[in-house]
């Protein structure tokens, strides 16, 4: 009786903290920014799953056969393959490992930029971007980290990390530096988002600094739609952004073709840098859901396998 009393009273301690620490979750995440919300909502959609390692091992998808060593367990062999001949077989599966992902994102003051006041800026889109591949990371059993910050280069694993990752994220400032890749570990993955509007030299630089290390790098180019045609008309004043000084055009119209073949011309130009460092581009227009970018994105990341 006294058992039964102390189970249950135990049992009963066990809910209430439970519940104690739902309140907390649910607490915490009402003050999660609107952006870090939509992030993991996103994330639920391109969920992130384990990766085969082209290995025999302890995963879930098949492998191989092999035929069955003496005193192989009986539970180890695969009757029906071997009731075809007269081989006992083996059904080996693929081994599974997490995945290492590093995230950088433009801190650049020309991210924070939209050219009409229906869409969000190229930098809250990035943040969206980068965020949502980080909680699906996370919450597909992977670890995730940032190339920039106080905790550069550390990677974290389980859901409980994405508010740090995201706090971190959100608070880095616009002096951040460039992304380094002595810090990706041998065999990982790097993401970089940017509008990626810079001279041909400085992604030359970013890009053999990841070429030169066994890593896979993807680049998603975050890009307003006013930058990929150019829509104004007539006397116009543009003002920078990172201390360069203003311009005033007269009929901007007429150099609509000349920028849209100038636009091109960049855009060929970072595809085929991008590709001479075995990196991989995806582009995503701040009009456009960024759900397909990032599924395109993930589709490489995991070798098109996901998650039901």
């Known amino acids: 009786m006294f058992r039964l009393f102390d189970r249950r009273r135990n049992e009963a301690a066990r809910g209430a903290s439970s519940r104690v620490q739902e309140a907390a979750n649910a607490s915490a995440r009402d003050l999660l920014p609107p952006l870090v919300i939509e992030a993991e909502r996103i994330a639920r959609q391109i969920r992130m799953g384990v990766h085969g390692q082209r290995r025999a091992g302890t995963g879930e998808d098949f492998w191989q056969y092999r035929p069955a ?4 367990p009986a539970a180890r062999i695969d009757w029906r393959q071997s009731a075809r001949g007269d081989t006992y077989w083996v059904r080996e599966r ?4 997490a995945q290492q992902i590093l995230f950088w994102r433009d801190p650049s003051a020309s991210m924070d930029w939209r050219s009409s006041a229906a869409l969000p800026t190229k930098r809250d889109r990035a943040t969206l971007c980068t965020l949502a591949l980080a909680a699906a990371a996370l919450q597909g059993g992977e670890r995730a980290g940032l190339l920039t910050g106080p905790e550069a280069g550390r990677h974290f694993g389980g859901v409980h990390a994405f508010p740090r990752l995201a706090e971190s994220l959100m608070t880095q400032q616009d002096d951040a530096p460039a992304p380094e890749a002595t810090l990706m570990r041998p065999w990982g993955h790097a993401v970089l988002v940017s509008d990626f509007l810079w001279p041909p030299e400085q992604m030359e630089s970013v890009l053999q600094g990841f070429a030169a290390r066994p890593a896979r790098l993807e680049l998603l180019c975050v890009l307003d739609p006013a930058e990929l045609a150019l829509p104004y008309s007539g006397r116009v004043r543009f003002e920078g952004l990172e201390e360069t000084a203003a311009l005033t055009l007269s009929a901007v119209e007429d ?6 073949a100038a636009m091109r011309a960049h855009l060929d130009a970072l595809r085929i840098i991008a590709g001479r460092h075995r990196a991989a581009l995806t582009l995503h227009h701040t009009d456009q859901s960024p759900l397909p970018a990032l599924l395109a994105l993930h589709a490489r990341l995991t070798g098109g396998k996901t998650l039901a």
Do not use: I, K, N, V
């Open 255 to 260: 150099l609509a073709p000349a920028y849209d």
């Open 94 to 97: 693929e081994a599974e490992a």
């Open 69 to 72: 060593e003496p005193h192989e």
